[in-house]
């Protein structure tokens, strides 16, 4: 089983750029799909991007697509969220979650059993 911790999280002015990373430990990385999620407040946990264990595969949300990229670098147990052109509306604590399976990938953050502990992303309009 990995552990996750996330990083990079930040205040930013809207339309700036920030790159999260969430790192692994642990010798299984790549046996798991990648996701990122984000919660604001008073809000539920909502799903932001998945990669699988390759790399090959990606998923988003609409709301992000365009702006945001999901990736990872196997060598390194590290999984990436670069965002641009943020907006207020992307404030939120933002989680980095490993799926169940290597291949598969899941919007549903009741899929992901392992978790990091968050970190907060503040846009400023």
């Known amino acids: 089983q990995v552990q996750l911790v996330e990083s990079g999280g930040g205040l930013v002015q809207a339309g700036n750029s920030l790159r999260l990373s969430c790192a692994a430990s642990?010798?299984?990385?790549?046996?798991?799909?990648m996701g990122w999620f984000r919660q604001a407040p008073g809000k539920g946990r909502e799903f932001v991007a998945a990669?699988?264990?390759?790399?090959?595969?990606?998923v988003y949300a609409d709301s992000v697509k365009g702006r945001f990229t999901i990736s990872r670098d196997n060598v390194k147990n590290s999984v990436y969220l670069q965002m641009n052109s943020l907006t207020p509306e992307d404030t939120a604590v933002y989680y980095c979650?490993?799926?169940?399976?290597?291949?598969?990938?899941?919007?549903?953050?009741?899929?992901?059993?392992?978790w990091g502990q968050g970190t907060q992303v503040t846009v400023s309009s």
């Open positions: 642990g010798r299984t990385f790549n046996n798991y799909a």
């Open positions: 990669i699988n264990f390759s790399a090959g595969s990606t």
């Open positions: 979650a490993a799926g169940p399976t290597a291949y598969r990938l899941y919007r549903s953050a009741a899929s992901y059993h392992i």
